[in-house]
């Protein structure tokens, strides 16, 4: 056995490796033509476009900071695109926009390999395009002499757009081959050393004297002033065109800040422009911090000081030791200096070579673990505060008081090579830091700050961790990180878990074959090319070493020689347990023993890890394998990837080999059946197949059973994996015959789902057939007249027949006339059922028994009875009652032949006629979409003389109200008992419509008329429950001014016109004819105070029908007041004849018989007073003697005598 003690001593990585791993991440990057995106903000990127009209392109170039150059990434696409050298980024959008002049502005995505987008061209009365090109905020602007033009350019859906510009004219604005826009001032460098200041708001220009500082390195510079911006903490810089270098204002807002100083050196590009932005870097300030680099102690932001990323020479990175105008890290003069990749970059500052010293670079090894992680302890992590209060460039988190400036002190997990940051095997176990720690690089670094685009979650230096925020968090195998240990990148491997360091561990992964035997001819833990990298564990032969031959290619690039990974999964075979991904462990395929592995797919035997002697073998293992077993594929007979040693089912078809009787070859085996038509027929066909069906608790798969289509079945076929059978459904056309169908069964492999890498086989099943000779779905087997095909008799609804067979078709199995074939093939009819049929299809002659002693319309009469006596046996409302013979059936009942809302059933129990639209209980207005709305719309239920459908849809009354009308009509007995018209009549006689008492009849009768409620044979006071009471109580029947009601209310007469509540003067309507002025007149004969003047000569004296209501009208109720010219003293009454109106104590009816007057108190026969005097007839002085009627009684003289008188009394005058 070979001593392998020593397999494993510590290794040294020379910078050697370091430019191989940075080769391979450049040459993928190149390989994928990938460019970087542009960035205006704090990311040290600055740009410039440069028209190459030679080669017809305008090139794109990034500044190096490190290497001090322009370096080309990239061009604007297309041959159109020539010297498009005046630029803009705008941050809004993230475009380029770039123009050659004119009107016309293309636009660029960056992100997109710099595709070209589109054209936007400018209108209105604007100048055009120039070299002074700038974007502020959601706009694009350029300046051209003294005009300044900006457009915004979002929101633009599509392209070529035309978009309109706002332009401001500004004397003195231009002179400037480029401006640069902060806020609200523009500023650009005009002429040889004059700051040009544009006031957009004051619309006023300033020109500040500036001082030219070009003592970096004592070359002159031109007039030529481009690719202006400014950083955002308000410092202006500029190009020259002459010299190539850039220029610096330090805060260009203060009027007082007139130093223009160079402060780098560019190569002199000609014709160029920067992209103009708002917002640019600060060049001497990589981290971009607000610190510059010349006396920022830690450049990028990571804690460790930039002397400690010196490459041991003891000299800051960033500064210029020998005066020379060169920083440290490219000055060639540095002693020491080497630059085996020719990026001018000395390789003592750039430990990967990756073109970013170390003091600037995030990941100085590129293992993608952060130098702020491994540059400090896993359980001692602090991550950066983001703060520096005494600005050193340094975060506070790393310094234990601000200005002392301790930095990280670096940690080097081994102990014998390089610290951890610079080291790709922290623990020196033989495997990559980056393995170890789970990282898989992408190969990119976006932002150009060191580290790798997979752990990097920022385009800037601002987060120096990348995504590693908390270390304890990265891998860790033996989970001691908490408990004295360290995460694996930086433990000691034990990769078997058996107590033996991987260092000293014969059989790293416990699989009973030594290490050194699963590399036979190959020396995996020795160092072929004096790397200092296991052979196993290095990709690249430098050929410096031992000599050895070995191929020594990584095709996967995953850091592991393909001759150490067989199957290339970056695991070496050492430390795989199936080193051929054959899935059967090396220990079964080594010991040719299934169960070698203890069945667990795993170790040598059993236990995980298994009992192992000191040096690391397992106790159980005799260590006889070989390496062509555990690092040869296969055999894998059905190629699953499972080699036929650990395979189960070798053939894969869910039969495990120990029952399979042809364990490497599939099989389906032939079957035969019957069936009869129409009648699914279970046939199993798995059953004597190799596969299981898959409720077989024995199968180890899957089965899915398709129709390859090339059997001769037409019928329904139905594969049912679970029970393994074929449900087959013959045709009725296939009866008689034998089919074939031809299946494929197959066991499904992953991925789930028929697929080519499933395992199939096929067979043929043959099936006799039982046919059907009638047609009648009865076959031939169990079918008592073959050859009838209405026998068995069939129920409605009944579909097994075979509607494609002539025998059937010829029939009539309904007897309803219609044959079998006609209702099933054309008219779409039951040819079981005789009521359902087309009449159109009918032929009446052929109708049988059945169809003839049906009642199809279920009113109760045979279909042979309504065709007899003409009626529709279709129609439940088209019948004659009388030939009734059979239950009326739901049909009917829900029908409402009548039409009038209530059904033929429910009339049936309410016991109204359902054929008499107007018999019926609920009273209701039908529904007009009703079928038979039309017969109750015809009749007048009411006797109105208006038919229902004319008072419920046009006239708005009641048809059921025979007083509800809009044109009151008499009507006239028809005289023709029984009838719907006499039945109507009588309804309209039996209502009383003026509500007088007398029914319309009795009116029509008596010859008075239905409608006034005062025109009535017998004046009674009719009943309140009167449905038209309403009618008669609002009339005056006898004029008096009050209504019927009220009287009958108050207990007058509502007949007599005196005999009123409230004696009123009621007007004349002077309306001839009508019911108005039948009152009024009524009231007008009347002399209700008995005076022998009518009411109607009182008011109205002169008789023209206008009540004169003035000084010469009498009033009615008045007795005394009347006019003699109109009195008929024959008509006075007895009441009127005892008073007296005059006062003299004579009663009117005796002064009639005296010849006196009984309205004048003068004229009088003393010898007929019976009556006391009135005091206003004692007032008078009848005789004319001075002395009144009054004080002459009481003298007793005459008062009809002048000179009877007692002259003391006289008071009046005589």
């Known amino acids: 056995m070979r001593n392998i003690y020593s397999k494993k001593s510590k290794i040294y990585r020379s910078l050697n490796k370091v430019w191989v791993l940075y080769s391979i991440i450049l040459g993928s990057l190149l390989a994928n033509n990938l460019q970087a995106q542009i960035v205006c903000g ?12 030679g080669a017809g392109v305008t090139e794109i170039y990034r500044y190096n900071n490190f290497q001090q150059s322009y370096v080309l990434v990239g061009q604007f696409p297309g041959v159109t695109n020539i010297s498009a050298s005046n630029s803009a980024y705008n941050a809004t959008t993230q475009y380029v926009y770039s123009s050659t002049g004119g009107s016309t502005v293309r636009v660029y995505d960056p992100a997109n390999n710099y595709n070209y987008i589109g054209d936007i061209n400018i209108t209105g009365n604007s100048v055009n395009f120039n070299n002074v090109l700038f974007a502020q905020g959601d706009f694009v602007g350029f300046v051209n002499g003294n005009s300044i033009v900006r457009f915004d350019v979002t929101g633009i859906a599509s392209y070529p757009a035309s978009i309109p510009v706002t332009e401001v004219v500004i004397a003195g604005a231009g002179g400037s081959n480029d401006f640069s826009l902060l806020g609200n001032s523009i500023y650009g460098v005009a002429g040889f050393s004059t700051l040009r200041v544009i006031d957009l708001v004051g619309n006023t220009v300033t020109n500040r004297a500036l001082t030219v500082d070009n003592s970096l390195d004592g070359i002159a510079h031109g007039n030529g002033w481009g690719a202006a911006w400014q950083d955002r903490f308000g410092n202006f810089y500029t190009f020259n065109n002459l010299n190539g270098a850039i220029y610096k204002i330090t805060n260009v807002a203060n009027p007082a800040s007139v130093n223009l100083v160079k402060i780098l050196i560019a190569n002199p590009s000609g014709q160029n422009d920067g992209f103009g932005c708002e917002i640019g870097p600060d060049p001497l300030d990589w981290d971009d911090d607000g610190v510059s680099d010349i006396t920022d102690i830690d450049d990028d932001n990571d804690g460790i ?28 003069d540095i002693p020491g200096y080497v630059d085996t990749n020719g990026d001018t970059i000395n390789d003592n500052f750039d430990f990967d070579l990756d073109g970013v010293p170390d003091a600037y670079d995030l990941d100085s090894d590129n293992d ?7 540059g400090q302890t896993t359980n001692g992590y602090i991550s950066p505060s983001t703060f520096d209060a005494d600005l050193n460039g340094l975060d506070d988190n790393y310094e234990s008081a601000p200005g002392n400036g301790e930095g990280i002190s670096i940690v080097n997990t081994d102990g014998i090579d390089n610290a951890d940051v610079l080291d790709f095997d922290s623990d020196n176990d033989g495997i990559y830091d980056t393995n170890e720690a789970g990282i898989i690089l992408s190969g990119l670094d976006t932002d150009f700050d060191g580290l790798d685009d997979a752990v990097d979650t920022t385009n800037d230096l601002t987060d120096p961790n990348g995504n590693i925020d908390d270390p304890t968090l990265l891998p860790d195998s033996d989970g001691d990180v908490g408990s004295g240990g360290d995460v694996d990148y930086r433990d000691s491997r034990d990769s078997d878990g058996d107590g033996v360091l991987d260092s000293v561990d014969l059989d790293d992964d416990n699989d009973g074959i030594l290490d050194t035997d699963e ?34 290619t990584d095709s996967n690039l995953d850091g592991i020689p393909d001759a150490f990974d067989i199957d290339l999964d970056g695991i070496p075979n050492h430390l795989d347990l199936d080193s051929d991904s054959d899935n059967c462990t090396d220990a079964n395929e080594a010991y040719n023993d299934l169960n070698a592995d203890g069945g ?5 035997g059993t236990g995980t890890p298994p009992p192992t002697n000191p040096d690391g073998t397992v106790i159980a293992a005799s260590y006889l394998g070989t390496n062509a077993t555990v690092t040869t594929f296969g055999p894998d007979n059905d190629g699953d990837g499972i080699a036929n040693l650990c395979d189960l089912d070798d053939d894969n078809d869910g039969n495990p080999d120990t029952t399979d009787p042809n364990p490497l070859t599939p099989m389906a085996i032939d079957d035969s059946d019957s069936a009869v038509i129409g009648i699914p027929q279970n046939i ?10 898959n409720n077989d608790p024995s199968s180890t798969g899957t089965i899915y059973i398709t129709d390859t289509g090339t059997g001769t079945a037409a019928g329904t076929i139905v594969f049912d994996p679970d029970t393994g059978e074929l449900i087959y459904t013959p045709l009725a056309s296939e009866g008689n015959t034998t089919v074939t169908v031809v299946y494929e069964v197959c066991n499904d492999i992953t991925p789930l789902g028929p697929g080519p890498e499933d395992i199939c086989s096929q067979a043929i099943v043959s099936i006799i057939i039982i046919g059907d ?4 779905g009865v076959t031939d087997n169990v079918d008592s007249d073959p050859n009838n095909p209405c026998d068995p008799v069939q129920a409605p609804g009944y579909t097994g027949y075979d509607s494609s067979n002539p025998i059937w078709q010829a029939a009539d199995c309904d007897e309803d006339g219609v044959t079998n074939g006609t209702e099933a093939n054309v008219d779409g009819t039951d040819p079981y059922d005789p009521c359902d049929y087309l009449v159109t299809s009918q032929n009446l002659a052929n109708v049988g028994p059945t169809w003839n002693n049906t009642d199809c319309d279920g009113d109760g009469v045979t279909n042979g009875d309504e065709i007899a006596s003409g009626t529709d046996p279709q129609n439940p409302c088209d019948y004659n009652p009388v030939l009734i013979s059979l239950p009326q059936t739901t049909m009917w009942l829900l029908a409402d032949c009548d039409g009038d809302g209530t059904s033929n059933g429910q009339e049936q129990n309410d016991g109204t006629d359902p054929l008499d639209p107007c018999s019926v209980t609920n009273q209701v207005i039908p529904n007009p979409a009703d079928p038979n709305y039309s017969i109750w719309a015809a009749a007048d239920c009411d006797g109105d003389g208006v038919d229902n459908g004319t008072e419920a849809t046009i006239d708005g009354t009641d048809p059921y109200d025979p007083c509800d009308v809009a044109t009151q009509t008499v009507q006239t007995n028809p005289n023709a008992p029984g009838t719907p018209a006499q039945n109507a009549y009588n309804v309209w006689a039996a209502a009383d419509c003026d509500g007088d008492g007398e029914s319309n009849g009795v009116e029509v009768t008596n010859g008075t008329n239905p409608f006034d409620p005062c025109d009535v044979s017998i004046a009674t006071i009719p009943i309140p429950s009167n449905p038209n009471y309403g009618v008669w109580a609002t009339a005056d029947c006898d004029g008096d001014g009050e209504d019927n009601g009220t009287e009958a209310t108050n207990g007058t007469d509502p007949f007599d016109p005196c005999d009123v509540t409230a004696q009123t003067i009621p007007p004349n309507p002077n309306a001839p004819s009508t019911p108005e002025q039948t009152a009024y007149d009524i009231w007008a004969a009347a002399d209700c105070d008995g005076d022998g003047v009518t009411n109607g000569d009182e008011v109205d ?22 006019n003699q010219a109109d009195q008929v003293i024959a008509n006075v009454t007895t009441s009127w004849n005892t008073i007296d109106c005059d006062g003299d104590g004579v009663t009117n009816g005796d002064e009639i018989i005296d010849g006196t007057d009984p309205q004048d108190g003068c004229s009088y026969m003393a010898s007929s007073v019976t009556l006391p005097t009135t005091p206003a007839w004692e007032a008078l002085d009848c005789d004319g003697d001075g002395v009144t009627n009054g004080d002459e009684i009481a003298d007793g003289t005459d008062p009809l005598d002048e000179c009877d008188l007692v002259v003391a009394s006289q008071t009046v005058p005589p």
């Open 773 to 776: 000779t009638d047609g009648d």
């Open 1101 to 1122: 004296e002169d008789g023209d029908g206008i009540n004169n209501n003035g000084p010469n009208d009498t009033n009615p109720f008045d007795p005394c007041d009347y």
């Open 368 to 374: 993608g673990i952060p130098d702020n992680i491994e």
């Open 42 to 53: 704090p990311v040290n990127t600055l740009y410039q476009t440069i028209g190459n009209a």
């Open 305 to 332: 000081l930039d002397l400690d990323e010196s490459g041991g020479t003891g000299l800051d990175p960033g500064a210029d030791a020998d005066g020379d105008a060169i920083l440290n890290f490219r000055d060639p």
């Open 519 to 552: 590399y036979p001819g190959l020396d995996e833990f020795g160092d072929e090319d004096g790397d200092g990298i296991y052979n196993y564990a290095d990709s690249i032969d430098n050929g410096t070493g031992d000599g050895s031959i070995t191929n020594y």
């Open 684 to 693: 199993q066909i798995i059953g004597n197949d190799d596969y299981f069906s």
């Open 600 to 604: 667990d797919g795993g170790e040598y």
